[in-house]
Every structure is written in C-alpha cells, then in structure tokens.
C-alpha cells in the first residue's frame, strides 16, 4: 500500500474518531440538562390524582369539575401529583399524600 493512500486513511480515521468522541460527549452533556424527574408548576390546570383528593393550598376546583385544579393568581404554589408511595423532590413538600407543593402544609 503506498504510503499516501496509507496517510489518507489515518487522516479520515483519526477525523471520524474525533466525531464519534464529539457526539458521545454533546450527548452526555444533554443528559446533565435533563430536567428532573418531577417538576411542579403553577400556570396550567393540573389533573388530581384522585377525585377524592383536595387541591393544595394556592390551588382551587375550577367551576364544577372535580378533576382538577387551578392555580389562584400568579403567586400559587408549584405542585405535581405523585404516587402515594413516592417521595417528593428536594424543595418540595408532601401536601394531602398525593401532592408535592413548593409551600409547606
């Protein structure tokens, strides 16, 4: 093989590997900016876990459906359903064991 077909090759090897090293790393930086497991809100209406289940503080039944709740004004409270035996992410509280709020029961 002459020595620059030889040199070629390296060259696009050595090109390739650095994308390859490029990709899996672009890639694991946008696992560290994944968002959390669960982050609460409090601009949308939420569905409840359960009917049975008050809505948290900051938060109200909208006119006649007991599926969900609304944030009262902008200054609610962030909150996300979760399962009853799950616990709730840090800076979160556990409300009515069925809800996880920015604001302490």
Do not use: F
């Not at 040199?7 to 650095?18: D, H, V």
């Not at 959390?36 to 009917?51: F, L, M, S």
């Amino acid at each position: 093989m002459p020595k620059n077909e030889s040199r070629s090759r390296l060259l696009i090897a050595g090109t390739l590997s650095i994308a390859n090293l490029a990709l899996v790393g672009s890639l694991a930086l946008a696992g560290l900016g994944a968002p959390v497991h669960a982050q609460g809100q409090n601009k949308e209406t939420i569905v409840k876990p359960t009917r049975a289940v008050a809505c948290p503080s900051g938060w109200r039944t909208p006119d006649g459906d007991t599926s969900l709740c609304e944030p009262m004004g902008t200054l609610a409270p962030k909150i996300y359903a979760k399962k009853e035996k799950e616990t709730c992410a840090d800076g979160y509280y556990e409300v009515y064991r069925l809800w996880c709020s920015t604001k302490k029961p």
